[in-house]
């Protein structure tokens, strides 16, 4: 069944970077948000699970950071005046009193999950929030009991969880809200929604479907054979649980039988799914205004977990909280200033007055004060020389320079990440710390990128890169193949450290205590208005794509005595290496599809089927087969018992199947006339048009259906039929 649309909230306009504790009380409406800070914790850390977030010491932060970012979401669109957190305890409750086995199939914590956890609790009180936990009872009891209490205070509650249970609490002024998806908007549960969702026609027939059912994620047993749509089914008809019970003598085969025998577990499984509503807690609902949010102290517990993103969302885009790297020293130096033999494009010394060439040069003293964290700096604030060369002499002398080194970096600018799309905008390049070059380039014929090619396809210079895959292909579409030894920071990173982030940004915080310049800086923040770098002018480009080479030669700096240190130069430089450039070739070579062979093929097959069941295919006259297809399914006489039947066990589980009694051949019946009934529903003819999801869903149920009941299906005809279009699309 169709649920109706979620009720959404918009985000609210302040920012957090502006909020104080008035903001949320002032001229508003009382709104109280209890946090199921379990439930949460746990989804935040399993939905990282393939690829956890982890420090650069390798502490796991998954949970963390989607937990925190939960909570921005919720004060962002949620607007709460009051707000708490609960949590489970340790101590038995009530229910593993009744039913020891009660979560007994819950698998133990995971340990970083249980590292995780006190730190939850410090980002939740420096927000000035409270963590509420009572001993014997869960933390949706304590949920429960605040929200119950709030109604008669003129609270609108929302109760924030993933949890299904929830539902048997919401009424029009408590609501479930269900956190979004990857900063999706959220899913707001009011009483129509909670019925919507399991067909129900009340609220507190939530806690019967679950006593029917059981919940297996808190091993409550529930009446086995009996899932989520047959208890719907049954509550529909008699009301509650009681209901059930009461009329079982009634009910045949063996639903009734399961029903009659576990009556009593049925009556436990509700038990134990109620959630208590009148706890013996301490806390009001108005003892939950937010205190004074303690800026220091979360400017520090993002800094601790390397939270950059979320500090930037909280305190604006100056925040950086750094990496501490776990190979370095604690005080790394940052980039360093170009060495006095280093010369410039003319041969000058770098600390010699400017030369012709157009520069972006900042050579400048440290700044006295370290943001945030000591010893991470940005581009302000080291000696750095990155200049723009467009001009001819500039160029030429720049490539000699180049000529004469065994490597240098190079990185590449685009208004695109697709490779084959992306207009090449300029060519960045750098053979020192500190020191870095932009050329601008306006296309495949430009004569700044002729001048370069042949530095740049010279198979006797080393060429350094941080994902020199991307730069292969896209030099590649115009006109230029990258050659020599190759040197990929980002997978010499991969290869370090492998279940870290490999981001050129990331790496350069870690390993050089450096904070390149964001790319928001230049095109804005992320939305409708933001631009391409090809509307930035190269001027503005040139510091931006002359720092990203510069940062790529200084973590191969990094990188080559640790490749030595963890016994991976082989698998870098005689494995990974090679490979890179073959990968990229692939790449860009795609993969060609004759479509016309594939169309022919898979006509024929199509036609060979219906010659099996006795249709003449006319390839050239689609409507002609189709006809006679429509004319043997409305042919089949449809049973009004065999339809209700499949009707309400359309979408039941395999248990629900077996306990109704019904045959293959009333499944076989009803599915042609499901198949039929909706097409004539929505005026579709089967087998020519678009038919529409609720036709598709029809089909994948036949379908299911086919290949459950197999051979004993009454009309082998009408199977292959059906198995014919649904395998043809």
């Known amino acids: 069944m169709a649920i109706p649309p979620i009720l ?12 104080s504790p008035a903001a949320y009380t002032a001229a508003m409406p ?24 982890r420090t650069s010491r390798g502490f796991n932060t998954s949970a963390l950071y989607g937990f925190v970012t939960t909570l921005l979401d919720i004060l962002e669109r949620g607007e709460p005046t009051h707000l708490a957190v609960a949590f489970d305890t340790e101590a038995p409750t009530a229910r593993h009193r009744e039913f020891p086995a009660y979560k007994a199939t819950r698998q133990e914590m995971p340990e970083e999950l249980a590292a995780a956890l006190p730190h939850v609790r410090r980002f939740v009180e420096v927000f000035g929030f409270r963590c509420l936990t009572l001993d014997g009872f869960e933390a949706d009891d304590l949920i429960g009991t605040l929200a119950r209490r709030a109604e008669p205070a003129g609270f609108e509650t929302f109760m924030v969880t993933a949890d299904k249970d929830f539902a048997q609490l919401v009424t029009e002024r408590t609501r479930l809200w269900r956190p979004g998806f990857k900063g999706g908007a959220p899913e707001i549960w009011g009483p129509a929604e909670v019925c919507a969702r399991w067909d129900l026609a009340r ?12 919940d297996a994620s808190d091993n409550i047993p529930g009446v086995p054979g009996i899932g989520e749509k047959t208890a719907a089914r049954l509550l529909a008809r008699y009301g509650s649980l009681e209901g059930v019970l009461a009329h079982a003598d009634e ?36 003892d939950l205004t937010p205190g004074p949010r303690d800026d220091a102290a979360l400017r520090a517990l993002c800094a601790e977990f390397e939270f950059n993103a979320i500090g930037r969302r909280l305190f604006g885009e100056g925040f950086q909280a750094g990496r501490a790297s776990p190979h370095a020293p604690a005080a790394v130096s940052p980039p360093a200033a170009p060495r006095s033999a280093d010369l410039d494009l003319f041969g000058q010394p770098l600390d010699a007055p400017a030369s012709p060439a157009r520069t972006t040069e900042r050579v400048t003293e440290p700044a006295p004060a370290a943001p945030l964290r000591p010893g991470v700096r940005t581009v302000a604030e080291v000696p750095h020389r990155y200049e723009l060369v467009d001009q001819p002499r500039a160029l030429e ?34 053979d020192a710390p500190g020191t870095g070059w932009y050329v601008p380039v306006s296309g495949p014929d430009c004569p700044a990128l002729e001048t370069l090619k042949p530095l740049l396809e010279d198979p006797g210079r080393g060429k350094v890169g941080h994902n020199l895959k991307f730069d292969l292909n896209v030099l590649r579409w115009h006109g230029v193949r990258l050659r020599g030894p190759l040197f990929d920071t980002m997978i010499a990173h991969a290869v370090l450290e492998p279940e870290q982030r490999h981001g050129l940004n990331y790496c350069a915080e870690v390993y050089l205590n450096y904070a390149p310049i964001p790319i928001e800086r230049l095109i804005g923040p992320k939305g409708p208005d933001q631009r391409t770098l090809a509307e930035v002018p190269p001027a503005e480009v040139a510091e931006y794509a002359a720092e990203d080479a510069d940062v790529a030669w200084q973590l191969r ?4 005595p640790l490749l030595r240190a963890h016994h991976a130069e082989r698998v870098f430089y005689e494995v990974e290496m090679p490979v890179l450039p073959a990968i990229a070739a692939m790449e860009f070579e795609g993969v060609r599809v004759d479509t016309a062979v594939l169309a022919t093929g898979i006509d024929d097959a199509f036609a060979s089927i219906l010659l099996d069941i006795g249709i003449e295919a006319i390839t050239d006259d689609p409507t002609a087969y189709a006809a006679q297809i429509n004319a043997i399914i409305a042919g089949i006489t449809v049973d009004a018992d065999a339809l209700a039947i499949f009707t309400a066990l359309a979408t039941a589980d395999p248990a629900d199947m077996a306990a109704s009694g019904a045959t293959a051949s009333d499944y076989a ?50 199977v292959d039929v059906l198995s014919a279009f649904i395998s043809y699309p």
């Open 8 to 19: 959404r909230h918009t985000p609210a306009p302040a920012s957090l970077a502006s909020r």
């Open 397 to 430: 002398a720049l490539v000699k320079r180049l000529a004469a080194r065994d490597w240098f970096a190079v990185d590449t600018e685009t208004d695109h990440l697709d490779p084959q799309q992306a207009r090449l905008l300029g060519v960045a390049l750098s």
């Open 30 to 53: 009382k709104r109280l948000f209890l946090l199921d800070g379990m439930a949460l914790v746990y989804r935040a850390h399993f939905a990282f699970i393939a690829r956890p977030i």
């Open 669 to 718: 019946t009803a599915a042609a006339a499901m198949v039929l009934a909706e097409a004539t529903a929505n005026s579709i003819d089967l087998f020519t048009g678009t038919p529409d999801i609720t036709t598709f869903t029809c089909w994948a149920v036949v379908d299911t259906l086919i290949q459950s009941a197999g051979t004993q299906w009454p009309n082998d005809s009408i």
């Open 203 to 214: 609220v507190d027939q939530v806690v019967d479907l679950l006593g029917l059912m059981g």
């Open 251 to 286: 009910i045949p085969g063996k639903l009734g039988e399961a029903l009659r025998r576990h009556a009593d577990q049925a009556r436990l499984s509700r038990r134990l799914a109620t959630i208590i509503t009148d706890a013996p807690l301490d806390v009001a609902p108005e």
């Open 557 to 560: 700096e990094r990188f080559i």
